[in-house]
Nanobody
């Protein structure tokens, strides 16, 4: 059974930092593509934030939302993916979700429909 579990969310002031963690079981993060998405209350869909793919050795970022402030990384030994978020802004307030693909590929995927496994989400609140 595949599970992905996020942690690390919380309340932080604007300009602060948080590191989110995503521990996976039932799959290997180094094989399956992994990503972070976020969802705000007024939005129906989940917004892509960042993705990582060990097979291609690359990372992909939502330029508007994350580029330059967020960094996705992982630890194969811990089967864990991280999202380091710096210079946080109030508009970063959202529930952040970790997602995993159900197959191996060298491509990078930025659409939520391309991911099969999701965590329960972790709330990030940035105060002004």
């Amino acid at each position: 059974q595949v599970q992905v579990v996020e942690s690390g969310g919380g309340l932080v002031q604007a300009g602060g930092s948080l590191r989110l963690s995503c521990v996976a079981s039932g799959l290997t993060v180094a094989t399956n593509g992994m990503a972070w998405f976020r969802q705000t209350p007024g939005r129906k869909d989940r917004e892509f934030v960042a993705a990582i793919n060990w097979r291609s050795g690359g990372r992909t970022y939502n330029v508007g939302a994350a580029k330059g402030r967020f960094t996705i990384s992982g630890d194969n030994a811990k089967n864990t993916v991280y999202l380091q978020m710096n210079s946080l802004k109030p508009e970063d307030t959202a529930v952040y979700y970790c997602a995993a693909r159900n197959s191996s590929s060298t491509s990078h995927y930025t659409q939520s429909v391309d991911y099969s496994y999701w965590g329960q989400g972790t709330q990030v609140t940035v105060s002004s």
